[in-house]
């Protein structure tokens, strides 16, 4: 691995791969933020959607799955193809206008703030499920949460936090497909019904959620969320600099991708097949479990809090890791002159305050007794992590149109511009969802 400067750090460079085995071998960002994307959102927002409006509601997966991956390659695209030297998108925004960095770094790191809350508790939950209750109904999840949070802190405050979050998201990949994929075989599903289920229709509103409160969850939770901006910073990590690494970047992307799919599309099955019949609707997590109940008898609950355990934890870190990433990246790319003290940022006493403060530290309090159900936080969460993929999709859409700032050749060509287009108005689309959806949730909390 050699180093280059790029402009505003120096950074450590990749062997590009050459044969499939090298491909292989490589993964990891896409499975690392894929895993994190995933978290307990897409598990409960797909769980929800199938246990409560069947397969009515997959053509929201579908638009959720290809709006994110157009979307994210484009952002890296902009990484490996630029002329300026940098290596995030986030860097790339300050070529528009100086303040746009710090300003979606910061929102990104509200989001991101946002999304703890309710992963950090869906983690200590799982434990206190799957310790037997250890700690009793009032303090055990919150005594889990805590020490979850001093795991977290262990793992992330190692030099080697990347490559062990590679780990991590490596493992989450696995434990996921043996437990959902395993569930909805069971369920002997029709694939007749997920065709249909593609078809655009809004069903009636179902239970605590509403038609569209759940698809704007899951677009904002799979889809065009500020999360996606966590990828380029996990690819700079990785050492992948330069268009060289585009075909590695594509491939990789992909397979985190293909995971969702596999694990989203067994958990809505599962649902639809299994809790849609009884009548009955989700709201919390005992209705997960009883709906692995259903599906695959006793051991379906511990397969659920273990799926839980592992996705939710993978997210905890990658979030802590990621959103600090781009929160620090957009304070640098706007003042140049500070935060100083670093080359990558991961030492600056400020990264550390964020990440060990805000992202680690702070959400436990969402966990203590009295606070919302874990699936009501998921869903409002997950929704309002979609409100700024607007403003991030027309920001990339004007770098990758600007010949000034791509390598000569690499502008977008006008078939890229058109899906772009397509997936800014999904995100719009899921917004204007959010903001007429979420009155009516608070109001019955």
């Known amino acids: 691995m050699s180093t280059t400067q790029t402009g505003v750090e120096t950074v450590k460079v990749a062997k590009v791969p050459r044969r499939w085995t090298d491909y292989v071998r490589s993964l990891g960002p896409g499975l690392l933020v894929s895993m994190a994307w995933l978290g307990a959102g897409d598990l409960i927002d797909s769980a929800v959607a199938g246990g409560n409006y069947g397969y009515t509601l997959m053509w929201a997966l579908a638009l959720a ?35 746009i960095p710090a300003i979606v ?4 790191l509200l989001s991101g703030f946002i999304l703890q ?17 250890f700690g009793g109904d009032h303090w055990g999840p919150f005594i889990w949460t805590v020490v979850t949070a001093a795991v977290a802190w262990l793992i992330l405050s190692r030099k080697s936090a990347y490559r062990m979050l590679e780990m991590v998201g490596r493992v989450t990949v696995a434990v996921l497909v043996l437990c959902f994929f395993v569930a909805a075989v069971t369920a002997n599903g029709h694939p007749l019904d997920v065709v249909q289920g593609l078809a655009f229709t809004k069903p009636p509103d179902m239970g605590l959620f509403s038609a569209v409160l759940v698809g704007a969850a899951m677009i904002g939770a799979v889809g065009g969320s500020a999360g996606n901006l966590m990828y380029t910073e996990f690819i700079r990590e990785k050492g992948w600099i330069g268009p060289k690494f585009r075909r590695m970047q ?10 969702i799919i596999v694990v989203n599309l067994s958990i809505w099955i599962v649902a639809a097949e299994y809790f849609h019949p009884t009548g009955r609707t989700i709201s919390t997590l005992d209705d997960l479990s009883y709906m692995m109940e259903l599906a695959v008898g ?11 355990l592992f996705a939710a934890f993978s997210s905890y870190l990658g979030y802590a890791r990621g959103y600090t990433d781009i929160f620090i990246s957009g304070l640098r790319s706007t003042w140049e002159s500070g935060p100083r003290e670093h080359t990558e940022g991961q030492y600056d006493r400020l990264y550390k305050v964020i990440q060990f403060g805000l992202m680690l530290l702070v959400p436990i309090v969402f966990s203590l007794p009295g606070m919302p159900d874990v699936v009501v936080m998921t869903v409002a969460g997950s929704a309002t992590a979609g409100l700024m993929a607007p403003i991030i999709i027309i920001g990339t859409l004007l770098l990758l149109n600007n010949k000034h700032l791509m390598i000569r050749g690499s502008v977008n060509r006008r078939w890229e511009n058109a899906i772009l287009f397509v997936v800014g108005g999904v ?19």
């Not at 809350?117 to 209750?133: D, K, P």
């Open 427 to 445: 995100g719009i689309w899921a917004t204007i969802g959010v903001i007429r959806s979420l009155p009516g949730l608070i109001a019955q909390l």
């Open 117 to 133: 809350s309710y992963m950090v508790v869906a983690v200590g939950n799982a434990l206190h499920r799957i310790f037997a209750g």
């Open 65 to 99: 799955l290809i709006s994110r991956y157009f979307f994210t390659s484009a952002i890296a695209k902009y990484s490996l193809f630029n002329s300026q030297g940098n290596t995030t998108v986030i860097q790339g925004f300050g070529k528009l206008w100086r303040g």
């Open 298 to 308: 006793g051991i379906g609950p511990w397969m659920l809090w273990f799926g839980v």
């Open 105 to 108: 770094g910061s929102l990104a």
């Open 250 to 259: 594509q491939f990789d992307l992909l397979a985190g991708v293909l995971a």
